[in-house]
C-alpha cells in the first residue's frame, strides 16, 4: 500500500509541475510597472498507517498557496489564497494530527474549498519596526521555530508545527505591531478576536465581522499574545519567552455551562551547535475546563546530510484534567510522537520528502475499541512544489 502511496503522489507531482514549468519563474511572477509580486506553490502529501489501513478513504491530500503583495502608498497590500482537499482523508482520519497542511481551508461540512485566508496592510520592515492589519494569521507572529513551523517543508505533524497548549485563532482579523528598542532585543504585539474563520462552525466570513459573538451564540472575545524576542547572533541563537489571553466563551467539558478567560505561557529557543540547528518549546494554559491540551513540550533537529537535509523531533502533550473526564469510555492517555523526514531538493522548485512518524496514544486514548490501539506508524512521502514563504497552521 505504501508503494500506491507514493506513485499517487509522484503522479500529483508530474501534473503540477507541468503546470508550473511555464516561461515564469517557478515560484514568482512579477507584473510589469504595477510592483505586483504573485508567488504560487502546491503540496502533495501521501501517507498511510500500518493499523486500520481499511479506514483511510484516500492516500492522498493537496494544497494550493497564492501569494500577492503589491506596494499602496507607504506599504504593502498582501493576499494569500488557498485551496485544500478535505482534511478528513489519508492517516488523518486514523491519527488526528498527522498531516498538519490537509484541511487548512474548509467549508462548515469539512470539504475541502479556495478561500481568502490573509488579507492585510503591512508598513515597516522585520528588523526593526512594522505593524500589520486586516486578515491575519496569529501563528506567523508568536512561539515562531526556524525549523519547526513549515508543514510544507519541514515537520508535518501539529504537535512539531505550532504549539497546541496555545489557543491560537485559525485567521481572524487583528493586528500585530512588531518593536525592536534595542539592538537584538524584539517586542511583538498581536490583538486579534479570538475565533478565526476556521474555528468557527459556519466556517464563514460573515462571523469574522460579527463582533461580540459566534455562529453558536457563544462570546467571540479577544486574542492577546505578548512575546519578548532575544538574538544572540555570536551564537546564531534566538529566544522568544511569551504569555497570551484568550476571553472567547467556551463550552465547558462537564457539562456545566462556558468558561472564560484563559492564560497561558510559552517558550521557545533556536540555535545551531556543530552543523546541527536545533530547536525546543513548551508552554502551558490554565483552560483545564474547556482545552484539551494543558501541558506541551518539543525538541527538533535538522541538518544538512547527503546533499538534503534530515529532520528529527520529538512532542509531548499532556491532556487537561476536564479533557481526560470526557474519555471515561475509553482510556485516556497524554500523547507522545516522533517524526523524521528527509527533504531532497530535486530542482530550485521541487522537493521531496519520505516522512516516517511514530504516535503512542494517538488521539489522546491509549486503548479504545473505536479508535487507533495504543500506538500506530504513520509512513509519508510529500511533494512541495514552489518556495512559498513559510506558512502557518493551527493545530
Known amino acids: 500500500m505504501l508503494w500506491r502511496n507514493v506513485t499517487v503522489t509522484v503522479a500529483y507531482c508530474c501534473w503540477l509541475a507541468a503546470l508550473l514549468s511555464l516561461p515564469w519563474d517557478a515560484h ?29 478513504d484516500k492516500d492522498a491530500t493537496a494544497s494550493v498557496d497564492v501569494l500577492a503583495d503589491m506596494p499602496v ?30 484541511g487548512t481551508a474548509a467549508n462548515r461540512n469539512g470539504r475541502g474549498r479556495v478561500q481568502l485566508s490573509e488579507l ?25 521555530s526556524l525549523i519547526a ?28 505591531l512588531h518593536h525592536a528598542p534595542v539592538a537584538e532585543t524584539h517586542l511583538m504585539l498581536v490583538v486579534t478576536g479570538a475565533t478565526g474563520l476556521g474555528d468557527d462552525p459556519e466556517a464563514s466570513y460573515a462571523e469574522l465581522f460579527d463582533i461580540g459573538s459566534t455562529s453558536e451564540g457563544l462570546n467571540d472575545g479577544v486574542f492577546v499574545l505578548s512575546e ?47 552543523g546541527v540547528n536545533w530547536a525546543a518549546r513548551a508552554g502551558w494554559n490554565n483552560g483545564a475546563e474547556a482545552l484539551d491540551t494543558a501541558g506541551f513540550a518539543s525538541i527538533a533537529a535538522e541538518r544538512a546530510v547527503f546533499g538534503g537535509t534530515l529532520g528529527l523531533g520529538l512532542a509531548r502533550q499532556w491532556l487537561s484534567r476536564d479533557f481526560r473526564q470526557t474519555l471515561v469510555s475509553d482510556a485516556g492517555g497524554d500523547v507522545f510522537m516522533a517524526e523524521a523526514y528527509y527533504r531532497w531538493d530535486v530542482t530550485d522548485w521541487l522537493s521531496i520528502s519520505p516522512d516516517i512518524q511514530y504516535w503512542r496514544n494517538p488521539n489522546g486514548l491509549s486503548a479504545s475499541a473505536s479508535h487507533v490501539a495504543g500506538n500506530v506508524w504513520v509512513y509519508g512521502l510529500r511533494a512541495q512544489i514552489s518556495a512559498i514563504p513559510e506558512r502557518k497552521h493551527k493545530e
Open 228 to 274: 519578548v524576542f532575544f538574538e544572540h547572533k555570536p551564537v546564531g541563537s534566538f529566544w522568544r519567552l511569551g504569555g497570551w489571553y484568550s476571553s472567547a466563551e467556551l463550552v465547558r467539558f462537564d457539562g456545566m455551562g462556558t468558561s472564560q478567560g484563559v492564560v497561558g505561557i510559552y517558550g521557545n529557543v533556536d540555535s545551531e551547535f556543530a
Open 28 to 56: 514568482a511572477l512579477e507584473v510589469g510597472g504595477t510592483g505586483l509580486n504573485i508567488e504560487v506553490g502546491a503540496t502533495i502529501i501521501g501517507q498511510r498507517t500500518n493499523k486500520q489501513t481499511a479506514g483511510i
Open 73 to 102: 502608498g507607504p506599504g504593502v497590500l498582501h493576499m494569500y489564497v488557498e485551496g485544500a482537499t478535505s482534511a478528513d482523508i489519508s492517516a488523518s482520519s486514523i491519527v488526528g494530527g498527522a498531516n498538519s497542511d490537509a
Open 149 to 176: 513551523n513549515d508543514e510544507t517543508s519541514q515537520f508535518l505533524a501539529d504537535p512539531l508545527v505550532n504549539n497546541p497548549a496555545i489557543a491560537f485563532p485559525d485567521y481572524t482579523l487583528g493586528a500585530a
Open 120 to 144: 492585510y496592510y503591512y508598513i515597516g520592515d522585520e528588523e526593526t519596526n512594522f505593524l500589520q492589519a486586516g486578515l491575519i494569521d496569529p501563528t506567523r507572529f508568536g512561539d515562531i
